[in-house]
């Protein structure tokens, strides 16, 4: 299984980024997808996930109203669209799979698969 991120980069706060987590080597037909961020010298938090399945998703607090995470079954692909980017929202961002159902669970722990991540910069 390979996850791979896209979408990273430089950006204003107000601004917005998509990030894209293909996937190759499984069908993501019943998995969570999580996107998890990362500063140095901090520890790893969920951002937002989703459950393949049935659609349900998690944010965490700080992205709520901002952040949309969507599926493309089709490609393969989850996204995480990413608006009125904040500075705090600077980190590096990681996709990560575990097979499953949500269960409002989206926590670095326990997920089987990760990708390598992308880097997101906000302005201020």
């Known amino acids: 299984v390979q996850l791979v991120e896209s979408g990273g980069g430089l950006v204003q706060a107000g601004g917005s980024l998509t990030l894209s987590c293909a996937a190759s080597?499984?069908?993501?037909?019943?998995?969570?997808i999580g996107w998890f961020r990362q500063v140095p010298g901090t520890e790893r938090e969920g951002v937002s996930c989703?459950?393949?399945?049935?659609?349900?998703?998690y944010y965490t607090g700080s992205v709520k109203g901002r952040f949309t995470t969507s599926k493309d079954h089709a490609k393969n692909t989850v996204y995480l669209q990413m608006n009125d980017l904040k500075p705090e929202d600077t980190a590096d961002y990681y996709c990560?799979?575990?097979?499953?159902?949500?269960?409002?669970?989206?926590?670095?722990?326990?997920?089987?698969?990760w990708g390598k991540g992308t880097q997101v910069t906000v302005s201020s």
């Open positions: 990560a799979a575990r097979p499953g159902v949500l269960r409002n669970i989206c926590r670095p722990q326990g997920m089987s698969y």
């Open positions: 080597g499984v069908t993501l037909d019943y998995y969570v």
């Open positions: 989703i459950s393949t399945s049935d659609g349900s998703t």
